[in-house]
């Protein structure tokens, strides 16, 4: 079977996994050479940006699951791993059927809608209503993730797991921003395992302002640290900056800004921090988040570093 048309390999990863976001014109250029590594990153196959054979086939299946599943709602798509305009209106048509953004792309929410797992509006945790679509007086979005989540633990000592903190120190950040004023989304509500890639171009996707990861951290060190990407882009490091200030409010031993090559931090077009505020091996740093009130506290502090950011 001969190769993919570049044109069919950009349908493919521009409805399937928000890999490609760029034009549908043919031409393999560098927004088209990024999508392959990125996809194959994602899926776990050879990282050279070179499409052969294993990349096609990865990138068929991939569309085939997101046909298979759509059959299974009641459509009637042939299952042949190429995204074409019918496949493009079926995708079109559940979304609209299921109150989700309407853009033909089976990105986090329409996929976890066709497995039966939706991204529904929650409550948080204490008691206000989170919104998918973003409302507030800042343009372009802030994007809030919670580092790991479902069999992914991260980080584990002391009987914590860095999963869970992450995901409570996200929702207050939320929580804090929102009742300013302020849009933002969060990557996920509940304890659900994502991909560093779906989690990056849901960012890209909401073309949003700024991508906050919340972690914790473990490996016998001890105090805060914010990561920024080792080129060090000036908005990322003014934001690392003003969190440390607001980390020190609390009694936290500052530790460094980071510089590194992270997948976060790499990938994303908009300013992009880390933050990994406590070491979960440390029993001084454990004494800093070992509350829900500590957790709020160190959510709160994020998110006034970014109010001062903005």
């Known amino acids: 079977m001969a190769l993919m048309s570049v044109r069919q390999r950009q349908l493919n990863l521009f409805h399937v996994g928000y890999y490609y976001t760029g034009a549908i014109d043919n031409i393999a250029g560098w927004q088209t050479k990024r999508a392959y590594i990125v996809f194959q990153r994602a899926v776990g196959i050879t990282v050279d940006g070179i499409w052969g054979p294993q990349s096609d086939n990865t990138s068929r299946e991939e569309v085939r699951k997101v046909q298979r599943l759509l059959n299974k709602h009641g459509y009637n798509l042939a299952v042949d791993g190429l995204v074409g305009p019918l496949t493009i209106g079926a995708i079109k048509d559940y979304q609209r059927k299921n109150g989700l953004m309407v853009d033909g792309i089976?990105?986090?929410?329409?996929?976890?809608a066709l497995l039966g797992t939706p991204l529904k509006p929650a409550t948080t945790p204490s008691g206000t209503v989170y919104n998918v679509a973003p409302t507030g007086?800042?343009?372009?979005?802030?994007?809030?993730?919670?580092?790991?989540?479902?069999?992914?633990?991260?980080?584990?000592?002391?009987?914590?797991?860095?999963?869970?903190?992450?995901?409570?120190?996200?929702?207050?950040?939320?929580?804090?921003?929102?009742?300013?004023?302020?849009?933002?989304?969060?990557?996920?509500?509940?304890?659900r395992y994502m991909s560093l890639a779906s989690r990056v171009n849901f960012a890209k996707r909401h073309n949003?302002?700024?991508?906050?990861?919340?972690?914790?951290?473990?490996?016998?060190?001890?105090?805060?640290?914010?990561?920024?990407?080792?080129?060090?882009?000036?908005?990322?490091?003014?934001?690392?900056?003003?969190?440390?200030?607001?980390?020190?409010?609390?009694?936290?031993?500052?530790?460094?800004?980071?510089?590194?090559?992270?997948?976060?931090?790499?990938?994303?077009?908009?300013?992009?921090?880390?933050?990994?505020?406590?070491?979960?091996?440390?029993?001084?740093?454990?004494?800093?988040?070992?509350?829900d009130a500590k957790l709020v506290a160190e959510g709160k502090a994020i998110a006034e570093g970014i109010k001062r950011w903005l």
């Open 208 to 291: 949003a302002i700024l991508y906050m990861s919340v972690h914790h951290n473990a490996g016998g060190g001890k105090g805060a640290e914010v990561v920024v990407h080792k080129s060090e882009p000036p908005g990322s490091m003014k934001l690392a900056r003003m969190i440390r200030t607001e980390f020190e409010k609390l009694g936290q031993n500052w530790r460094r800004i980071n510089l590194k090559n992270d997948y976060e931090v790499r990938e994303t077009p908009m300013s992009a921090n880390i933050s990994e505020y406590a070491f979960l091996d440390n029993y001084a740093d454990v004494q800093m988040i070992n509350s």
């Open 137 to 191: 007086k800042n343009t372009r979005p802030i994007i809030i993730n919670a580092g790991h989540g479902g069999h992914d633990p991260g980080a584990v000592g002391n009987g914590l797991q860095e999963k869970d903190l992450n995901l409570k120190v996200a929702w207050a950040v939320y929580e804090t921003l929102t009742e300013a004023g302020y849009k933002c989304l969060m990557t996920r509500t509940d304890d």
């Open 106 to 112: 089976v990105g986090i929410r329409t996929m976890a």
